[in-house]
């Protein structure tokens, strides 16, 4: 009988030990995003526009279909980019005054959002040649292609290269390649670029050359950084051009393309 009442003793005890813990899990308000690109090449500037999703909730990211967005040139000529719904907006035959400035702007529930970019003047690529490999790195073997171009002299010059290979696009942040002329300034670049995997014969491999502002060339090498797993603790968002707290980049780029056919 002692030893029963202990027990129960022992129970009531531990009950009374407990206590409800309230985990606070208050979320940061959301935040614009805004995906801004001006393509000197068609003459189109598309803008995307977005809240930050919950951290919780594995739903797409709510889109922005009332905001207010113009682009404004160097002589201080703003026009409106409108929008087509699902939170995009664009404007078509806008025509780019290369080695100018432009400003990107987005008015959403009273608040203004400001990016500036320059538009730099578009670099020539030469024709992409290739090279066969009997492998490396543990790839099978295969052919590497090269970027080749004349780096202009007495600029410093910014770049992003996008690879299209057969009917797949690489033009993902973290799958954009960069280079810079921090080294080579006025040299002829002739660099391979790879995609993980030697390309094979038959394979059609294409280059989109982008001549870009520094700010987004910092953007991308840095996001690129985040999304292919920085050791960071904690890494943050890249810098961006836009101000006002908001996420996302504007860029006004030139554009350049070869095409190649691997035989």
């Known amino acids: 009988m002692k030893k029963l009442a202990y027990i129960l003793g022992l129970i009531v005890l531990a009950s009374s030990c407990q206590k ?25 500037v598309r803008v995307s526009v977005s809240l930050t999703s919950s951290y919780f909730n594995n739903d797409p990211s709510p889109t922005v279909d009332n905001a207010i967005v113009t682009i404004t040139d160097q002589n201080g000529i703003s026009t409106v980019v409108p929008s087509i719904g699902n939170g995009q907006y664009v404007v078509t035959g806008y025509a780019p005054t290369y080695g100018t400035s432009y400003t990107l702007s987005v008015v959403y529930e009273g608040e203004t959002y400001n990016a500036a970019c320059l538009m730099p003047q578009p670099v020539p690529l030469d024709p992409i040649t290739y090279q066969y490999f009997d492998g490396f790195f543990g790839n099978d073997p295969g ?33 954009i390649q960069t280079q810079d002329d921090a080294l080579t300034n006025g040299n002829y670049i002739t660099r391979p670029l790879f995609l993980g995997e030697l390309s094979e014969l038959g394979d059609t491999i294409s280059y989109e050359f982008r001549t870009v502002d520094e700010v987004i060339f ?3 090498f840095q996001a690129a950084d985040i999304a292919g ?5 904690a890494p943050g968002n890249p810098i961006t051009n836009w101000d006002n707290g908001a996420l996302g980049y504007f860029n006004a780029y030139g554009v350049s393309r070869d095409t190649v056919v691997i035989q």
């Open 143 to 175: 052919y590497a292609t090269f970027l080749n171009f004349q780096d202009p002299e007495n600029t410093t010059d910014f770049y992003q290269i996008v690879i299209t290979e057969n009917s797949t696009t690489y033009g993902n942040i973290d799958q």
């Open 229 to 233: 797993g920085s050791n960071s603790a």
């Open 20 to 44: 409800v813990i309230d985990v606070d899990l208050n979320e940061a308000n959301q935040t614009i995003v805004i995906e801004g690109n001006y393509t000197g090449e068609d003459s189109t």
């Open 218 to 220: 910092n953007y991308t």
